[in-house]
């Protein structure tokens, strides 16, 4: 047998551990069709995020970067009955394709997708004063990652999960000398982390289908 791959991992532990899904396959097969990005979390990262949302007994989810919805539904699935979703997203062709699957999937009445440059949506949130958000997945665009866990932290509850996608970007994280937008963002966050304690922070790498990469993984102080 040749050397196999974290990428045959990943799959190895998708076969094994996550059910067949034709509505998860379909919203993929969707996504695919109105030519979005393929950078949605991988499926076995989906459930993750999943199981964390119940560990974390969250009743109400914010999401940054909603891209086709697909983590979004794996975070909506773990919401009780009365749960809700508010997902942000930039672009209106993405929320056009999100809006189609959530009914799909048929989690459209738990979610809330707002369309918008977050950092314009983020401020309204706040203004209508709603209840606090349990749980918070950041994964829009990665230059404004500190402003989104800044975000994160006024609207969610103490006690509250926040969650950053690709943190690690091929391990580029670590080059202090990084020109790359998206690095010096993920980059500064972490400085951001270790300056201030509301958020008891940890990142965990990972290695598979989306390459080498990595969540950051804290609960509100
Ligand atoms: N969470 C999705 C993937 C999101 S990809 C999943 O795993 O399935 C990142 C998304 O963030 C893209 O759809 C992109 O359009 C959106 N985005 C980029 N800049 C943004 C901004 N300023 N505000 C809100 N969303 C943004
Ligand atoms: C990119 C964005 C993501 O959220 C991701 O998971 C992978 C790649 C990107 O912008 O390249
Ligand atoms: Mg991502």
Same mark, same amino acid.
């Given at each position: ?10 799959? *190895?532990?998708?076969?094994? @551990? @996550? ?8 919203? $993929?097969?969707?996504?695919? /069709?109105?030519? $979005? ?19 974390? %007994? /969250?009743?109400?989810?914010l999401e940054i970067g909603t891209?086709?919805?697909?983590? &979004? ?13 508010v997902t942000l997203e930039l672009e209106?062709?993405h929320a056009?394709? =999100?809006? %189609?699957?959530?009914? %799909?999937?048929?989690?459209?009445? =738990?979610?809330?997708l707002r369309v918008g440059p977050a950092l314009d949506t983020l401020p309204k949130l706040a ?5 606090? *958000?349990? *749980?918070v997945f950041v994964d829009a665009d990665k230059p404004n990652n500190?402003a989104y866990v800044e975000w994160a932290?006024?609207l969610?509850?103490?006690?509250? &999960? ?6 690690? %970007? ?24 270790? =300056?201030?304690?509301? $958020?008891?922070? &940890? ?5 598979? @289908? ?5 969540? $950051? ?5």
């Open positions: 047998m040749t050397e196999p791959s974290p990428a045959d991992v990943d799959r *190895f532990i998708i076969e094994k @551990l @996550l059910a067949a899904d034709p509505v998860l396959d379909a919203v $993929l097969a969707e996504n695919a /069709a109105a030519e $979005l990005p393929a950078i949605d979390v991988a499926p076995n990262q989906g459930k993750l995020l999943h199981l964390l949302a119940r560990l974390s %007994r /969250a009743q109400r989810i891209l086709g919805g697909y983590s &979004t539904i794996w975070l909506a699935r773990a919401l009780p009955a009365g749960g809700r979703l209106s062709r056009e394709v =999100a809006r %189609r699957n959530f009914a %799909r999937a048929g989690v459209r009445e =738990a979610i809330d203004d209508e004063g709603g209840a606090p *958000f349990d *749980f500190p932290l006024q969610a509850r103490p006690g509250a &999960t926040i969650i950053v996608d690709n943190i690690v %970007r091929g391990g580029r994280v670590v080059d202090a000398n990084a020109d790359d937008a998206a690095v010096v963002g993920t980059r500064r966050l972490f400085e951001q982390l270790s =300056a201030q304690s509301r $958020l008891d922070a &940890t990142a965990v790498q990972t290695l598979g @289908l989306k390459g080498h990469d990595g969540f $950051l993984i804290g609960i509100v102080r």
